[in-house]
Protein backbone atom coordinates (compact mmCIF):
# COMPACT_ATOMS: atom_id res chain seq x y z
CA UNK A 1 0.00 0.00 0.00
CA UNK A 2 2.86 2.28 0.97
CA UNK A 3 4.60 1.51 -2.20
CA UNK A 4 1.55 2.31 -4.70
CA UNK A 5 0.75 5.64 -2.66
CA UNK A 6 4.48 6.41 -3.83
CA UNK A 7 4.22 5.45 -7.37
CA UNK A 8 0.79 7.46 -7.26
CA UNK A 9 2.50 10.34 -6.05
CA UNK A 10 5.31 9.87 -8.22
CA UNK A 11 3.17 9.84 -10.95
CA UNK A 12 0.83 13.01 -10.40
CA UNK A 13 4.23 14.82 -9.66
CA UNK A 14 5.55 13.85 -13.41
CA UNK A 15 2.30 14.56 -14.64
CA UNK A 16 2.20 17.97 -13.91
CA UNK A 17 5.93 18.50 -14.58
CA UNK A 18 5.28 16.91 -18.24
CA UNK A 19 1.70 18.89 -18.98
CA UNK A 20 3.23 22.07 -17.77
CA UNK A 21 6.27 22.00 -20.34
CA UNK A 22 4.62 19.54 -23.25
CA UNK A 23 1.06 21.80 -23.46
CA UNK A 24 2.25 24.89 -21.73
CA UNK A 25 5.39 25.76 -22.60
CA UNK A 26 5.71 24.00 -25.95
CA UNK A 27 2.82 23.31 -27.76
CA UNK A 28 1.48 26.76 -25.98
CA UNK A 29 4.18 29.71 -25.83
CA UNK A 30 7.25 27.95 -28.07
CA UNK A 31 4.44 27.47 -31.24
CA UNK A 32 1.45 28.41 -30.73
CA UNK A 33 0.11 25.20 -31.64
CA UNK A 34 -2.49 25.48 -29.34
CA UNK A 35 -3.99 29.15 -27.87
CA UNK A 36 -3.90 29.20 -24.19
CA UNK A 37 -6.85 30.68 -22.57
CA UNK A 38 -5.42 34.07 -20.84
CA UNK A 39 -5.93 32.87 -17.38
CA UNK A 40 -4.15 29.40 -18.24
CA UNK A 41 -1.81 31.27 -20.13
CA UNK A 42 -1.01 33.50 -17.18
CA UNK A 43 -0.84 30.19 -14.85
CA UNK A 44 1.77 29.11 -17.35
CA UNK A 45 3.90 32.27 -17.69
CA UNK A 46 3.58 32.94 -14.16
CA UNK A 47 3.18 29.62 -11.88
CA UNK A 48 5.20 27.07 -14.39
CA UNK A 49 8.48 28.16 -12.79
CA UNK A 50 6.88 26.69 -9.05
CA UNK A 51 5.59 23.87 -10.95
CA UNK A 52 8.97 22.77 -13.10
CA UNK A 53 11.82 24.59 -11.89
CA UNK A 54 12.17 26.22 -14.96
CA UNK A 55 11.35 29.64 -16.53
CA UNK A 56 8.87 29.40 -19.57
CA UNK A 57 10.41 32.22 -21.40
CA UNK A 58 13.76 30.88 -20.88
CA UNK A 59 12.44 27.49 -21.98
CA UNK A 60 10.92 28.93 -24.63
CA UNK A 61 13.26 30.77 -26.04
CA UNK A 62 15.90 27.17 -26.02
CA UNK A 63 13.60 25.82 -27.93
CA UNK A 64 13.02 27.95 -30.53
CA UNK A 65 16.83 28.29 -30.87
CA UNK A 66 16.80 24.11 -30.86
CA UNK A 67 14.41 24.32 -34.11
CA UNK A 68 16.34 27.39 -36.01
CA UNK A 69 19.59 25.21 -35.53
CA UNK A 70 18.55 21.76 -35.00
CA UNK A 71 21.42 19.42 -34.98
CA UNK A 72 23.85 22.26 -36.20
CA UNK A 73 27.11 23.71 -33.90
CA UNK A 74 24.35 26.16 -33.10
CA UNK A 75 21.68 23.92 -31.52
CA UNK A 76 21.14 24.28 -27.62
CA UNK A 77 21.58 20.55 -27.28
CA UNK A 78 22.14 18.12 -30.15
CA UNK A 79 23.38 14.90 -29.57
CA UNK A 80 25.58 15.15 -32.71
CA UNK A 81 27.39 18.05 -30.92
CA UNK A 82 27.91 16.32 -27.53
CA UNK A 83 26.73 12.41 -27.72
CA UNK A 84 23.75 11.11 -26.61
CA UNK A 85 24.86 10.92 -22.73
CA UNK A 86 26.33 14.71 -22.88
CA UNK A 87 22.99 16.02 -23.99
CA UNK A 88 22.01 15.96 -20.09
CA UNK A 89 24.54 18.72 -19.16
CA UNK A 90 24.14 20.43 -22.63
CA UNK A 91 21.07 21.55 -22.07
CA UNK A 92 21.34 22.57 -18.54
CA UNK A 93 24.26 24.72 -19.91
CA UNK A 94 22.26 25.69 -22.55
CA UNK A 95 19.36 27.02 -20.40
CA UNK A 96 21.33 29.21 -18.09
CA UNK A 97 23.21 30.76 -21.09
CA UNK A 98 19.64 31.46 -22.57
CA UNK A 99 18.88 32.82 -19.35
CA UNK A 100 21.66 35.13 -19.15
CA UNK A 101 21.24 35.98 -23.00
CA UNK A 102 18.04 37.26 -22.00
CA UNK A 103 18.85 39.44 -19.31
CA UNK A 104 21.52 40.79 -20.60
CA UNK A 105 19.57 41.39 -23.29
CA UNK A 106 21.36 40.23 -26.45
CA UNK A 107 19.72 39.93 -30.00
CA UNK A 108 20.69 36.84 -30.64
CA UNK A 109 18.20 35.25 -27.42
CA UNK A 110 15.78 37.84 -27.35
CA UNK A 111 15.16 37.55 -31.53
CA UNK A 112 13.60 34.72 -30.50
CA UNK A 113 11.65 35.73 -27.71
CA UNK A 114 8.56 37.73 -29.90
CA UNK A 115 5.19 37.22 -28.36
CA UNK A 116 6.54 35.45 -25.03
CA UNK A 117 5.59 37.68 -22.15
CA UNK A 118 8.13 38.43 -19.83
CA UNK A 119 8.33 36.55 -16.78
CA UNK A 120 9.56 37.72 -13.48
CA UNK A 121 13.17 38.97 -13.42
CA UNK A 122 13.88 37.30 -10.15
CA UNK A 123 14.70 34.13 -12.23
CA UNK A 124 18.00 35.53 -13.29
CA UNK A 125 19.11 36.07 -10.27
CA UNK A 126 21.35 32.54 -9.78
CA UNK A 127 20.21 32.03 -5.89
CA UNK A 128 16.54 33.23 -6.42
CA UNK A 129 16.37 31.05 -9.28
CA UNK A 130 16.76 28.24 -6.94
CA UNK A 131 13.38 29.11 -5.21
CA UNK A 132 11.31 26.53 -6.50
CA UNK A 133 13.60 23.99 -5.96
CA UNK A 134 14.28 25.07 -2.74
CA UNK A 135 10.33 25.04 -1.99
CA UNK A 136 9.74 21.36 -2.83
CA UNK A 137 12.96 20.18 -1.27
CA UNK A 138 10.93 21.04 1.59
CA UNK A 139 7.96 20.07 1.34
CA UNK A 140 9.82 16.75 0.59
CA UNK A 141 11.56 16.86 3.40
CA UNK A 142 8.52 17.88 5.66
CA UNK A 143 6.45 14.82 4.10
CA UNK A 144 9.41 12.59 4.86
CA UNK A 145 10.43 13.50 8.88
CA UNK A 146 7.03 14.81 9.19
CA UNK A 147 5.18 11.92 8.35
CA UNK A 148 7.92 9.42 8.61
CA UNK A 149 7.84 8.37 5.28
CA UNK A 150 11.25 9.17 3.36
CA UNK A 151 10.30 7.08 0.26
CA UNK A 152 7.10 9.09 -0.05
CA UNK A 153 9.01 12.52 -0.04
CA UNK A 154 11.50 11.16 -2.38
CA UNK A 155 8.56 10.44 -4.75
CA UNK A 156 6.89 13.92 -4.47
CA UNK A 157 10.59 15.71 -5.05
CA UNK A 158 11.82 13.54 -7.99
CA UNK A 159 8.29 13.85 -9.63
CA UNK A 160 7.87 17.16 -9.83
CA UNK A 161 11.66 18.16 -10.23
CA UNK A 162 11.66 15.32 -13.23
CA UNK A 163 12.58 17.83 -15.99
CA UNK A 164 15.98 17.33 -16.64
CA UNK A 165 15.06 13.01 -17.25
CA UNK A 166 12.05 13.96 -19.57
CA UNK A 167 14.72 16.71 -21.47
CA UNK A 168 17.69 14.30 -21.58
CA UNK A 169 14.99 11.42 -23.24
CA UNK A 170 13.57 14.10 -26.05
CA UNK A 171 16.86 15.92 -26.45
CA UNK A 172 18.51 12.83 -26.67
CA UNK A 173 16.66 9.95 -28.44
CA UNK A 174 14.58 11.95 -30.09
CA UNK A 175 17.25 13.06 -32.45
CA UNK A 176 19.57 9.94 -32.31
CA UNK A 177 17.46 6.52 -31.96
CA UNK A 178 14.46 5.82 -33.95
CA UNK A 179 12.97 6.14 -37.55
CA UNK A 180 11.89 9.11 -39.76
CA UNK A 181 8.48 9.80 -41.59
CA UNK A 182 9.63 12.84 -43.00
CA UNK A 183 12.98 14.16 -44.38
CA UNK A 184 13.89 17.17 -42.53
CA UNK A 185 17.31 19.18 -42.59
CA UNK A 186 17.78 17.64 -38.88
CA UNK A 187 18.77 14.59 -37.45
CA UNK A 188 15.03 14.36 -35.89
CA UNK A 189 13.62 10.61 -35.20
CA UNK A 190 10.49 9.47 -33.73
CA UNK A 191 11.05 7.50 -30.78
CA UNK A 192 7.72 5.42 -29.53
CA UNK A 193 9.07 4.98 -26.09
CA UNK A 194 10.20 8.49 -25.40
CA UNK A 195 6.60 9.16 -27.17
CA UNK A 196 4.58 7.41 -24.13
CA UNK A 197 6.83 8.65 -21.14
CA UNK A 198 7.59 12.04 -22.38
CA UNK A 199 3.35 12.17 -23.77
CA UNK A 200 4.13 12.40 -27.46
CA UNK A 201 7.38 14.63 -27.51
CA UNK A 202 9.46 11.45 -28.54
CA UNK A 203 7.77 12.51 -32.13
CA UNK A 204 10.59 14.60 -33.12
CA UNK A 205 10.92 14.08 -36.18
CA UNK A 206 6.95 14.62 -36.79
CA UNK A 207 7.11 17.57 -34.60
CA UNK A 208 9.68 19.25 -36.46
CA UNK A 209 8.28 18.61 -40.14
CA UNK A 210 5.38 20.33 -38.86
CA UNK A 211 6.41 22.38 -35.87
CA UNK A 212 2.92 24.33 -35.67
CA UNK A 213 1.00 21.19 -34.88
CA UNK A 214 -0.05 20.30 -32.29
CA UNK A 215 -0.64 16.85 -32.59
CA UNK A 216 2.88 15.30 -32.95
CA UNK A 217 1.98 11.41 -33.86
CA UNK A 218 1.44 10.65 -37.40
CA UNK A 219 1.05 7.18 -38.28
CA UNK A 220 -1.84 5.30 -37.07
CA UNK A 221 0.22 3.43 -34.51
CA UNK A 222 2.00 6.26 -33.01
CA UNK A 223 0.24 7.80 -30.14
CA UNK A 224 0.45 11.32 -28.68
CA UNK A 225 -0.76 11.46 -24.81
CA UNK A 226 0.01 15.02 -24.81
CA UNK A 227 -2.70 16.25 -27.79
CA UNK A 228 -5.12 13.64 -25.91
CA UNK A 229 -4.42 16.21 -23.09
CA UNK A 230 -4.90 19.46 -25.21
CA UNK A 231 -8.60 17.87 -26.68
CA UNK A 232 -9.75 17.31 -22.85
CA UNK A 233 -8.45 20.89 -21.83
CA UNK A 234 -9.48 22.42 -25.19
CA UNK A 235 -13.71 20.55 -24.20
CA UNK A 236 -13.24 22.12 -20.89
CA UNK A 237 -12.37 25.55 -22.25
CA UNK A 238 -8.61 25.75 -21.33
CA UNK A 239 -7.32 26.39 -24.58
CA UNK A 240 -7.76 26.55 -28.07
CA UNK A 241 -6.24 23.87 -30.93
CA UNK A 242 -5.09 25.40 -34.02
CA UNK A 243 -6.80 23.16 -36.03
CA UNK A 244 -5.37 24.04 -39.48
CA UNK A 245 -2.19 23.89 -38.43
CA UNK A 246 -1.99 20.15 -37.42
CA UNK A 247 0.11 17.97 -39.06
CA UNK A 248 -1.89 15.83 -41.55
CA UNK A 249 -3.12 12.35 -40.67
CA UNK A 250 -4.67 11.40 -43.99
CA UNK A 251 -2.25 12.08 -46.45
CA UNK A 252 -0.22 9.24 -47.66
CA UNK A 253 3.40 9.53 -46.09
CA UNK A 254 5.46 11.09 -49.12
CA UNK A 255 8.96 11.78 -48.55
CA UNK A 256 10.31 14.44 -48.61
CA UNK A 257 7.63 17.00 -47.29
CA UNK A 258 7.73 20.87 -48.69
CA UNK A 259 10.46 22.60 -47.36
CA UNK A 260 8.57 25.12 -46.64
CA UNK A 261 6.26 23.78 -44.17
CA UNK A 262 9.60 22.24 -42.56
CA UNK A 263 10.86 25.84 -41.73
CA UNK A 264 7.75 27.99 -40.05
CA UNK A 265 9.70 27.25 -36.34
CA UNK A 266 8.83 30.47 -34.64
CA UNK A 267 5.05 31.18 -35.10
CA UNK A 268 4.92 34.63 -37.22
CA UNK A 269 3.69 36.90 -34.25
CA UNK A 270 3.48 40.52 -33.12
CA UNK A 271 6.26 42.16 -32.92
CA UNK A 272 6.73 42.46 -29.67
CA UNK A 273 10.07 40.63 -27.98
ZN1 LIG B 1 14.05 18.45 -31.51
ZN1 LIG C 1 9.16 22.34 -30.65
Known amino acids: MYLLLCLGVFALGYL ?66 VGIFGVMKAQVDSYLRTMEGLK ?4 EYTRFAHGLESGHRW ?7 MLPYILHFVIALAIAFGFDAFFLGLAYYL ?10 LVNSLGHAVGGRNFETDDDSVNNA ?9 GYQNNHHAYPRSAKFSFRPWEVD ?6 V ?42
Not at 235 to 243: C, K, M, S
Open 16 to 81: ANMVMITVGYHRGLAHSAVHLSPFVRKLVVHGGTWVTGLDAKTWAVMHRRHHEFSDTALDPHSPSN
Open 104 to 107: AEEP
Open 123 to 129: VYHPVMR
Open 159 to 168: GLMSHPIQGF
Open 193 to 201: IVGWLVFGE
Open 225 to 230: PGFAVC
Open 232 to 273: VMEAIGLLRIDYPRLIPSEVPVTLPIKPAESKPVVPEAPSVH
